[in-house]
């Protein structure tokens, strides 16, 4: 198998992230051989980590059930849901394992 220039690699992955459309980015990213969807959307996250995020078949699994194919139309889902449960646990998280009569008195 023949190498991908790295030049190519830069100037692909490059204008895929000038782009304001998430699904011409994922598919611009997955022009490059050897990138295919989770790995586009591990390049975005790490991008834009407050607008994207991995999507592989263990969060789709989890997220979606499993058997469910990954569509482009689940990953605004898949982000709400991701980006929730960061603002629970950062929310709620000092309170768990802890009841609603023993909170006030925690020692912690």
Known sequence: MNAVPDQFIRQLSGAALLLD??????????????????????????????NYAIGDRYIVDAL??????????DYPKILKELLIEILVDSIFGPLRGHT???IGTSRT
């Open 64 to 73: 979606l059930g499993e058997g469910h194919g990954m569509r482009l139309t």
């Open 100 to 102: 609603i009569r023993n």
């Open 21 to 50: 459309d998430p699904k011409t980015e994922l598919d611009t990213l997955t022009c490059i051989p050897g990138i295919g969807n989770a790995t586009a959307t591990l390049v975005l996250a790490f991008y834009d980590p407050a």
